[in-house]
Every structure is written in C-alpha cells, then in structure tokens.
C-alpha cells in the first residue's frame, strides 16, 4: 500500500513534469478559474453583509403624545425589547430630534429652517431597530394601539420594497456564483480531459503490460490533484498580494467589518483549495475513467 | 498461397471439435495456450480467423507464420484480451480469457510477456524507464527493479542505449527495448509479434538464440514471423495461417513459401 | 489559390469532426468564455451609462435676491447657458422652491415643518445643470461675483467626490474588463493549444510529406477559425434568448435607455464575433507556429 | 560485426575528399544522391555517421545494409533533411540539402517517395486518405487524386482494405499503405527504410518487383533493409554501413552476415 503510494506519488510528479507545458498550462487554467471563483465568492460575501447592513437599518419609529408619562414610554420600551425580531429600542427626546433635524438638513445643504420656528414642533420618539425586518409590519400595529403613542411612520411599503430588493439580489448573488462555479467546474475538467487525452497512447501501454486499473488512475488523480493544489496555492498568494485593497474595498463598499473580514478570508481560503484540490482530482478522474472503461 | 491444409492438424482440430474438450486429458502435459474453435470477426465485417482450434502444451516453442493479414496479430491479440473472440473459447494458463472478468485482465496480462508488433514504446520516457516501467506499474518493490532491468537491458546488447528516448533510438533497438520489456518480469509464456522484423540478420539470430535459451528454462514461446530463415533452419513446431484458418501444424516444420 | 482554399476549408472541417469530442469542448470552453466576456462588456457599458447618469445630475444653484429684477435673472440665465460645460439653465421661483421642499420631506417621511412657518423663507435660485461636472468650480465662482446672487452653495466637495468615485469605477470596470480579456484570451489560446499539441503528429507527417507552411497552417487556422465562429453564434443566441431580462436589468439599475440598448446590443454582437473569430484563428496560429518552427 | 573497409569505395572517398569536389564530373552520370564527408552527431553525443562520401547517380537501384544502429535510417533522414549534418553536405536532385532555406523543404521532399521505418500513418484517416493526403498537402487538383489513388493502392495489393483505419489493419498492410503513399506522386527518387520488415517473403518479393519495375522507368531507388535473401538474389549495388563508417560498396554486392 504504503510502496503504491510512493508509485503513484512518484509517477504523478513525472508526469507532471515531462509534460511540463500541458501541466503549466492546465495549472495557469486553474488558477485563472480559481481566481474568478474567490473574486465572485468575495463579491458574493460583500454583498450579503451589504444587505444584512442595510436590512438592519430598517426601524420603526413611533411619535409619541407631548404628554406621555416617562414611567409608561420605559415600560413601552421594555416590552418591546421583549418581542421576538426587535434588536433595541432607543428613546429620542424632543430636543434631540430637533437637533437630528438640524444635522440632517444641514448635511443635504438644505436651508435650515429651523431658525425661523418659535417653538420645537417635533416629536419625542421610540426607535425600534430591527433584527428582523419582517416584523416591522406586526410592531407598527401594535405600536399603532399604544395610548401614548401620537403616530407610527407607515414603513411596511418601504419595508416589502427593501426586502424585494435585497432578496433579488441574494437569488442573483447566488445565481452568479453558482454560474460561475459551473463554468470553471467545466473549464477545468475540460482542460484536464485534454491533458490526458493527449496521453492516451500512455494508458493504452500501461493496460496491456498488465497495469491494473488503480496503477493507471492515482497517478494521474494525483497529478490532477497536484495541478489543483499548485493552482490553489498561487491563487491564494495573489489573493495575499491583494489583500489590503480588497479589504479596504469591502469596508467601503459593502461595510463589512475587519472581524468579518478574517472570517471571510477563512472561508475563501478553504473554498480555493477545496475547489483546486476536488476539480484536480475529480477532473481526472473522470477523464481517465473514459479509457479505463473500454 | 494455395490451401494446403496438412492432416495432422485437421485430424486433431476435428477430433478436439466432435469432443467438445477444452482442457487437457489426465496425462497430457498441461496446455498453456488452448484456442476452441474461435472465430474473430471484427466490427466492420473482416473476419480474421475461423474456426481456430489450437492448443500449445507448456515449454513448446512455437512458431506462428502466414501470409500479411492472415490473423496472426488478431490471434495474439485474443491471448491477451486485446480482443475479445467472436465465438469460441480461449484459455491462457488457466484462464478462460474470453470470460475473464475485467478486473482480472492485469494478472493475465503480467503472466505474459509480450513483444508488440508495434513496439508500443512511451515516447517520454527511456530505454530503462521503459523497460522498468512494466514492473513498476504491476507492483514491484523498487530496490528489485533496477538489477531486473539492467540485467535484461545486457541481454538484448543495450546497456550503451539506455538513457535514450524511443525517439533517439533506432528501429532495432526499439524493437530490442520491446523484447527486454516483454522479458522483464520472468513471464511464463512469451508471445512475440514479429519481433525481429527491424533487425539485422545478426542480431536476429541473437534475439532467437535468447528465446531458445530461455525456452529451455521452460517458458514457453509463441512467436509469429516472417523470418523463412530462422523457421526453417530450428525445425521447431510450426502453425501455419492463411486466411484465417489453421492450414498447417507441424511440429518440425519449416517456412514455405506460400506461407 | 481557390483550391488551396477549398483543400483548407475541407481539412479544417474535417479535421474538426474527425477530432468531435475535442472540438466540442473547445467550442464549448469558447462559448463560456465569450459569454464571460460578453457579460463583463454589458455591465461595463452599464456602469459607464449609470456613471454618466450620475454626472449629469450635479448642478450648481445660486440662490438669487429677493430684489433681483426679472431681466437681470434672464440676462444671467442667458450668459450662463452660453458657457461652454452648462446644459441646461432653470429658473425656480421663491413658490416653487417652498413646494418642492414640501414634496422632498414628504419623500422623506419628515415632519412637514413649512406649515409652522408665517412667511416662506426660500429664495428663488437659478439651478445650472452641467454637461460636464468638471467647470462646476468655475461656475461656481462666476456666480459669486454676480451682483443679483445672495449665494452659491458650495457643492465643488461633492463634485469632486462623484468624480472620485465615478472616476474609480470607470477605472475599476476597465481594468476588471481588461483582466476578464486576457483570461479569456489565454484560456481559450491554451485549449486550442492542448487540441493542437494532440495532433503534433499529424503535422510532423504532413512536414514530411513535404506539405509547404501554408498547407499545414491554414486548416489549422480554419479550424479554429471555425470554432471561433461556432462559439460565438452559440454565445449570440445565449444572449438573444436572455435580451428582455438583460434589457430590463439594464433599464431598472443603470438608467440605460432602450434607443442606447440597441447601440449596445449592436457592439456586444461586434465584440463577441471578433473575439470569436480572433481568438480562435490568432489561437491556432499561435498554436501552429510552434510547430512549423522546428 | 568486423571492420571490413572494401578497398573500393575508400579510395573513391578519398579522391573525392581530396578534390573537395561534391558536384559530378561533366560526362559523369548526374549524381541525384550526394553526400561528402558527412558527419552527423546527434545532441547528446552520439556519432551516428562519420565521413560519409556517397554518390548515387541517376536511375540506380541501391541497397543500404548494416547492423542495427549503423546509421542507416540516419543517413536517409539527412536526405530528407529531417536532421541536418553535423559536417559535410548532403546534395539530392541539385539541391544542397543541408544549405536549402527553410521554405524550400517541403519542393525537396515533394520530390521524394519516402517510405518510413515506423511507417508514420495518420490513425484518423483511412487507408485511401493516408495515400491521399500526401496529395492534397502538395495542392494536386481534386479530380487527379482519386485515380492516382486507386492505382498504387491496386498496385500494393490493399484494394479492399482501403476504408480501414490503420489500427485495423494487419503489420503488413501498414507497410504496404505507407509504400502506396511513397509511390503515388510519382517521386524521381525514392527512399525507402526497411520496407519488407513487417512483410511475408511472398509480399516482400512482390515489393521489392514492383520496385524494381520502378526502377526500369528511370526512378532512383534507395533501400535500407535487412533482408539478406533480397538483397543476394538481386546482386544489385550494395552500400554497407558499419558504426556509422562506409565499410563496403560494391556494384553487385550480396548481404554478408557481418552486416
Ligand atoms: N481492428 C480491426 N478492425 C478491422 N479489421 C482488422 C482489425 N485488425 C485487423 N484487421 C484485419 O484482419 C486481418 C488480419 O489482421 P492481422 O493483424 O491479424 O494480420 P497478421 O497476420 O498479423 O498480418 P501481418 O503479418 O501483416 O502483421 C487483416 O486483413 C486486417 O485488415
Ligand atoms: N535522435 C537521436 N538522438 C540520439 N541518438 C540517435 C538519434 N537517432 C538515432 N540515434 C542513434 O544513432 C545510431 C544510428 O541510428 P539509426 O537509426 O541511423 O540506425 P539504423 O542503421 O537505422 O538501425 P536499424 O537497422 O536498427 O533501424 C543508433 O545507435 C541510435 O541510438
Ligand atoms: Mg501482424
Ligand atoms: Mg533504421
């Protein structure tokens, strides 16, 4: 076991070697195909924190009466925070939400207006952020029966149109990738398959000196497998090289968080040589089977 | 190339035939080689043998001669399951060839030594690596492969040769790295196709002289030849094909003409 | 020379059935390529469409005195129009302003604060809509100087961060279309090299039959002609197939207007027939040569 | 394997050499085979021909004989300029082989018939498209090919096997597919290498006839082969190699068995 291993091993790294133009030029091809592989499962990954980041923007505000008891608004408020899908509930003072105001018109380079009010007209308010946005329907009624509660900005229609959103885009995000796992899934089996039908004459050789089957196939799943790791290696050292601007990209595109970012590069990592590794070997697997079979 | 079907064989074929017996009376020495009326047609309609009956008892050394396109290389390449016959049955040491399960193809093959027509050399590899590539891929322990290839590679006069591609060499001395492959590993039963077809007369004689000395240790040898000289000088036994058929089986015979 | 032609078109044609399974997946390595290609060119022509969307949108607004007279308004409007980068000039009066103020906090779900108000507090504003973002400093500072003009808001920070970004995407587009082009050059050059390396033989004894260069190149070159044609028809009814959601994709993300549609349809059908037929002919020259050199 | 330098043809060298002339006195036959002083070694050292002088003139009928390794297929593959010399220069048909610019190749070898050792058939194309294509890569018209075909092919006996792709075909008829393709452009000199190897006596004979009916037309013939029997019976010129020196050439030699 131990001797064909070290055969199949050997073997494996020959051919790798004598054939060192077929072999560089499967591995380029791998490696081309990894490379667009972890950029779409980045993209992927930014796009769906995006959209965690933007779902959990979702919030429901409820104006609350002038008159509103502080003992009652804090009871409102803990039981809120007990319902399932809320995330935290902040209270905005009158004065506060003047200011807000202020800040918001001032950072759209609107007239502030507010210079020429008597008295400050705005509301104080509950803020419900939302784990789940798809409560937001459910809270708004609730808060709607509130006594103390003045108003509740009807947000189900903002809310139904971010959630279509966002799920068209996981569904794309999703579609993309898996295309494109299709693709370089085809691409590389299919280079393999060349390589090894350019040496069928060799495997016709090792049938008739009597080679059995698993002689003639784990050095060529090897080599395959070899070609996969060299691929995943390189790929992983230009995704190294490009680290930092793909991180800095991330943060400012999708506002995903450096901690995020460690587990990302995990998970890239793992799905780069796993893909090298399984296309490499499965590649020539099926490749080789074709003559094995006959 | 008339029909000259001589009697001993019919007589013999026809009797194996009316019995129906592919194994070997109690008594007679153990056939190594035992065709049963098999017939080889190929996919395209060209029927290469007929009606074969043949049966080469262990340590003979037989020569296979006839005409180009007679079937000879289609009768070897039913001995070692390169083909599969049309009907009839093949036993090789035991082995009923043709219902061999696929997975025990490999130990027919590397009890059999076998020289192809075509060389069927790997071009990237060399003269040693070719040689000690049939008993890589069977399983041989390395330290053993190196004096095994070294020792045959001297018998066939190629030590000098030896780090040179297929391509490098000439067309004896593929054929000769063919025969050391086809030696390589101590067969039981050699069959060689037409080995000494690129060779000079010399060393001709020299590779014949090894299959006899190697014959004599009991292996035995199957050979198929358009050597006249060389059949008709070792007055061995001789299976004469024309056509497909069986037409001639002496066992002192020489090369004819009409062969 | 006509029969020459017809003796290539004939090997080329041949010699790509006679080889199917290679040359399928080599078509089919072409198709998915090309339709990689195709697909970056769309989103690219998409982007820069959607950047230049953007870009028209910025514009300059001088809120005007309260005294300015109406001819001296419209003697401003006129000068400014003439100026080379301003598209368009529109003049908003003091009522207007009010109610689109009214309208964007509506949008906004805000408080509509206007109905506390005695008096409407907006100027009237000349709103300069640029062609090109890049004179909006200078405009900026003419107005300035403008005796009827109260004040500019000063938007040359924002001008400058749309085309940083803008500029950035452009950039990053061309580069991802530029790197998706050379993958697909090399990968699809490589699996017409892989086909071609397992005929070696073929052209080895067409040398020694004392075939000249041309004999032995132009089938060669047909053939990958030929599947460069074949890849790309196959990757134009991809495309067909998939125009309506593309187009409305395109419409609903990047503003693209049906008539820029057809320009765009009209360069991506150019774009993958040329590097259809390039790659495949430049690929098994390329291929060839190699050979024909020895 | 002795070293016999027959008198003869070393002191022809000689005065070759000595004169440095390598185009032929007027008066003189036309040489359409011209090697002088001709040295080849190969890449990784080995000296497969060493001051080689050669001369074949128009219409000669010439047997290349030697041992295995003697450098025969080496000497035709400089004339084919499949190699190049190492030293000396290699004239065919008044084109100075070794000199010829690289597009001017395929005009030299258009006017050989080149029979390979390994017979070097496409194994995609059937027989009638491997005789064919030597043909249509050299741009004759369509309409001429077809017949010109069905002629050799006739004449080499593989009229029935013509749709069959090479591997169905016998050893022999490989051969003979490849001398078809050799003949079928009617070449002014033709280079065969071991022609009969894989052929039976009666077909080898056949071969070597139609060969020499060749011949009697005017076509040069130049053969490597091993078969003494052919070459004794035909007491035609012999040019014997030995480690790659000239050791014997004699105008109606016979196949010694030191070759
Ligand atoms: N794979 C095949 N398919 C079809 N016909 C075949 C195939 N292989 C061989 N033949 C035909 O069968 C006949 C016998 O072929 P075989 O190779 O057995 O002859 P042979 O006796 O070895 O001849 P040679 O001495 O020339 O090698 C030939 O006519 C050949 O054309
Ligand atoms: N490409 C090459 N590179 C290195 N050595 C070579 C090459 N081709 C041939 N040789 C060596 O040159 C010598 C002469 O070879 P050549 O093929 O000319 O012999 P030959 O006379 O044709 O023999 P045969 O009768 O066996 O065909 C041989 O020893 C061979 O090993
Ligand atoms: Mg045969
Ligand atoms: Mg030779």
């Not at chain 1, 499962?41 to 933007?54: S, T």
């Not at chain 1, 050292?237 to 460690?262: K, M, T, V």
């Amino acid at each position: 076991m131990l001797r064909f291993l070290a055969f199949s091993l050997r073997r494996a790294w020959q051919g790798f070697w004598r054939n060192a133009l077929m072999s560089l030029a499967a591995t380029a091809t791998m490696t081309l195909m990894l490379v667009l592989l972890a950029g779409f499962w980045i993209l992927q990954a930014g796009l769906l924190a995006g959209l965690e980041f933007v779902e959990q923007k979702v919030e429901v505000v409820a104006d609350l009466r002038d008159d509103a008891p502080a003992a009652e608004i804090d009871a409102l408020r803990r039981r809120l925070l007990a319902e399932p899908g809320v995330r935290s509930v902040d209270y905005v003072s009158k004065e506060e939400a003047l200011a807000r105001f202020r800040e918001r018109l001032a950072a759209q380079g609107e007239e502030d207006l507010t210079r020429y009010l008597d008295e400050n007209p705005l509301r104080a308010s509950l803020e419900v952020k939302l784990a789940d946005p798809r409560v937001a329907g459910e809270i708004t009624d609730r808060l709607r029966n509130e006594r103390i509660v003045e108003s509740v900005i009807d947000i189900e229609n903002l809310v139904d149109r971010v959630l279509t959103v966002t799920n068209i885009l996981r569904m794309a995000g999703a579609v993309v990738l898996v295309v494109v796992g299709l693709i370089v899934l085809f691409i590389v089996v299919n280079t393999i398959r060349l390589a090894v039908l350019a040496r069928a004459d060799e495997i016709e050789i090792m049938r008739l000196v009597g080679a059995s089957d698993a002689f003639i196939r784990w050095p060529f799943v090897f080599e395959g497998a070899f070609v996969g790791l060299l691929g995943s290696l390189v790929t992983l050292g230009l995704l190294g090289l490009a680290a930092e601007p793909i991180g800095r990209f991330l943060f400012d595109f999708f506002r995903i968080l450096p901690l995020q970012l460690g587990s990302l590069a995990r998970d890239v990592a793992i799905v780069v040589l796993a893909a090298g590794l399984g296309l490499g070997t499965v590649g020539s697997w099926i490749s080789v089977r074709t003559y094995l079979l006959r | 190339m008339t029909m000259t079907i001589s009697p001993g064989s019919g007589v013999r074929s026809l009797k194996d035939r009316l019995l129906g017996r592919p194994l070997p009376l109690p008594g007679e020495p153990r056939a190594v080689v035992r065709l049963h009326d098999v017939t080889k047609t190929y996919p395209n309609g060209r029927t290469a043998l007929r009606d074969v009956d043949l049966a080469i008892p262990e340590g003979d050394f037989v020569f296979l001669v006839g005409p180009s396109g007679a079937g000879k290389s289609t009768l070897i390449k039913l001995l070692i399951r390169d083909e599969l016959p049309s009907h009839g049955s093949v036993f090789v040491d035991g082995l009923d060839v043709a219902r061999l399960p696929r997975r025990e193809v490999p130990k027919l093959r590397r009890r059999i030594g076998i020289v192809f027509q075509d060389f069927k050399l790997l071009p990237r590899k060399t003269v040693r690596e070719n040689v000690a590539f049939a008993l890589e891929v069977t399983g041989t322990p390395g330290r053993r492969i190196r004096p095994a290839v070294d020792r045959v590679l001297a018998l066939v006069g190629l030590t000098n040769q030896a780090d040179q591609l297929p391509s490098q060499l000439s067309g004896g001395e593929q054929q000769r790295t063919a025969i050391a492959r086809a030696l390589v590993h101590d067969p039981r039963l050699i069959i060689a196709d037409e080995p000494t077809g690129n060779l000079d007369p010399l060393i001709a004689w020299e590779i014949i002289q090894l299959l006899l000395r190697i014959n004599e240790l009991g292996v035995t040898v199957l050979m198929a030849t358009h050597n006249a000289e060389v059949v008709t000088a070792l007055r061995r036994r001789v299976v004469a094909l024309e056509e497909g058929r069986i037409v001639r089986d002496e066992p002192r015979g020489a090369y004819h003409h009409d062969d």
